[in-house]
């Protein structure tokens, strides 16, 4: 008998916010998540993430020369984001941080989320996805995408894209 006031998810539980939120029947929420899931496993999406406790504007200079190896790909707090791309990069980045004792850790995965890996994958998510349209959502909706509040309709194969290839905006949302 308890009911969610708003509802906000991070990267994959945007997808299960969305369904809760009454953007997308249980079909539509299954789809989107199967072919993400899906392409994002391929092996051209390969690479790290590295989990940092400083703001992003304290380390950027850290990643001069690996701009194109190396992005941001979420922001969940004030002192909390997420590096993603090319290993050997991320490694000499986290060896820079330890040196400044700044919290570093690599993540558990093999593939670089929200980074230029997923640059490969964009044309077939986008086809695949044709067609996928919100509702309005029936509890508020507030987008790791954004940061903002959404309506729902918005909610189409260009704006799941969206997160795939850009920074998830988690603390811009909360």
């Given at each position: 008998g308890?009911?969610?006031?708003?509802?906000?998810?991070?990267?994959?539980?945007?997808?299960?916010a969305?369904?809760?939120?009454?953007?997308?029947?249980?079909e539509?929420?299954?789809?989107?998540?199967?072919?993400?899931?899906?392409?994002?496993?391929?092996?051209?999406?390969f690479?790290r993430?590295?989990?940092?406790?400083?703001?992003?504007?304290?380390?950027e200079p850290l990643?001069?020369?690996?701009?194109?190896?190396?992005?941001l790909?979420?922001?969940?707090?004030?002192?909390?984001?997420?590096?993603?791309?090319?290993s050997?990069?991320?490694e000499?980045?986290?060896?820079?941080?330890?040196?400044?004792?700044i919290?570093?850790r690599?993540?558990?995965?093999?593939?670089?989320?929200?980074?230029?890996a997923?640059?490969?994958?964009?044309?077939?998510?986008?086809?695949?996805?044709?067609?996928l349209?919100?509702?309005?959502?029936?509890?508020?909706?507030?987008?790791?995408?954004?940061?903002?509040?959404?309506?729902?309709?918005?909610?189409?194969?260009?704006?799941?894209?969206?997160?795939?290839?850009?920074?998830?905006?988690?603390r811009?949302?909360?």
């Amino acid at each position: 008998g308890i009911g969610p006031d708003a509802v906000i998810g991070h990267i994959g539980g945007a997808m299960a916010a969305a369904y809760a939120a009454g953007v997308y029947d249980l079909e539509d929420a299954i789809r989107l998540s199967y072919h993400r899931s899906r392409l994002q496993s391929r092996p051209s999406s390969f690479g790290r993430m590295l989990a940092v406790g400083a703001p992003f504007a304290e380390i950027e200079p850290l990643l001069a020369g690996s701009e194109q190896l190396v992005c941001l790909a979420a922001v969940n707090g004030p002192a909390a984001i997420t590096l993603a791309g090319d290993s050997d990069s991320l490694e000499r980045i986290l060896g820079a941080l330890q040196e400044r004792s700044i919290f570093a850790r690599m993540l558990a995965v093999t593939i670089a989320y929200h980074s230029q890996a997923m640059d490969g994958i964009r044309e077939e998510f986008l086809a695949t996805m044709q067609g996928l349209r919100g509702r309005t959502a029936r509890i508020p909706f507030l987008s790791d995408t954004t940061g903002t509040w959404v309506a729902g309709e918005e909610c189409d194969e260009h704006y799941w894209w969206r997160p795939i290839r850009q920074p998830v905006l988690f603390r811009d949302g909360i």
